[in-house]
Each structure stands twice: as C-alpha cells, then as structure tokens.
C-alpha cells in the first residue's frame, strides 16, 4: 500500500507540474526577415535580411502537458534588396537599397507539448498555422542622401488581403509565482500563401515572406499552481 501510495505521489508530482487551465499572455519579439521572391522572370531569388518584430497578446488552455493558443499579434516582415548608384552616363557613384515591408495581424493556432526541465524551467514546443489579415506593404528607397518612399501603388493592388502562415516555436517558461511565469521563445514564421503577386499573369511575380524571431513575454495562469495541487494531492492520500 505504501509502494503503491509513494508512486502514485511521484506520478502526480511529474505530471501536475506544468499549470492546468487557462492562461494570458502577452509577448513582443524582435528579430530578421526576408522575402523569398520570383521575380517576371520566372528566378527565384532571396533579399538581404531585415529588421522586424511582432506584438500582441496570446490565450490558450493547458492540459496535463499539452497547451492549445490563440491570440492576435501585429507581425511586421519585410527585406532588403541592394544596388548600385549611378550617373547619367551609367558609371557606379555607390551603394543603395530598396526596403519592403509588409504589416500582418496573426491570429494563431497552435498546438504545444510541455516537457520539465529541472526543477522549475519548461520547454514546449509547438506548432500550428497563423491565419493573416495583410494590412499594408511599403517600400522605401535610400538614393544617397535620403530614404524616401516610392510611390507603388501596385504594390497595396497586388497584395492578398488575407493569407496564412506556418509557425514554430520553443518556448522556455522560468516561474516567478505560483501563477506567474517569464517565457523566451525563439519562433519560426513562414508564408504558405502569396503575399504579392502580379494580377495580370499570377504565376509571374509572388512573395513569400518569412521570419526568424525572439519573443518575450508573462504568462499569467487562471488555474492553480502545481505546487498546490500536489500538496492538495497529499492531504488527501493521508
């Protein structure tokens, strides 16, 4: 009895560990960007990586050591494409570049299993798809002694209005109370649909973009903690 009371104890303490509820989170990242792109020609080609980030706030339910999320988060992306200045006689006078960047609201969907780390660090990674409202696109030029934005038009009447994303994640969760917790997730975004396309021949010109980010964020659970579920798991076994 005693055997069977003592296992039954280390089962509950391994597998109420990790929060049983439901749970807010709100997270901002940073991190690069890049478009994979085919161009008129039928090439396809990479830009230089840029800058970009992301912020919102997720929801989701934990179960055991599984955890579903949702939420709704602004995704900035975009890249770099260099070339080269010239005068009118087509002599090189340095270097430039055109900057895209596309804005997108994400709402995911993901799907995460909790593994325990010690005695208070977890990792879940996860994965889903991102469904995506793509609000705007610019591009802005540095032409030697200004950044300017070029004026396309196009760019806004080729973009798909919505779109959907595959996401990846690891997310690292250190406890600071029993309902509390800082998370660290370096996160994986890539366009599944197009992003731009050319409207007169679609198969000609499309984007994908795609993302590489850090994000940061508090976790705040409804449920009880671990902690007291096992002392509440104890009182009763005596």
Known sequence: MKY???????????????????????VAGIGAANVRHVDYTGQTHRDDYDINFDAGALAGYQRGKWIFTTGLLYLRTGSKTPFTLTDPYGNPTGKSWF?????????????????????????????????????????????GN???????????????????????QAELAWPITSKLAITCAPAYNYMLT????????????????YSLLLNIGIKWHFAKSGKDARKKASVEAK
């Open 194 to 209: 197009r992003m731009i396309f050319q409207q007169s021949s679609p198969d000609a010109v499309w984007d994908h973009d």
């Open 146 to 168: 200004k950044v300017i934005d070029i004026p396309v038009a196009g760019l806004n009447s080729y973009k798909n209005g919505t779109g959907c994303y595959a996401l990846a």
């Open 99 to 143: 900057q895209y960047r596309y804005s997108h609201l994400v709402l995911p969907l993901e799907v995460g299993r909790i593994f325990i780390i010690g005695k208070k660090l977890t990792l879940t990674p996860s994965a889903g798809l991102g469904l995506t409202y793509n609000t705007s696109g610019v591009i802005k030029a540095d032409i």
């Open 4 to 26: 069977t009371l003592l296992v039954t104890l280390c089962f509950i303490s391994i597998t109420t560990k990790a929060q049983t509820g439901f749970f807010l989170q709100p």
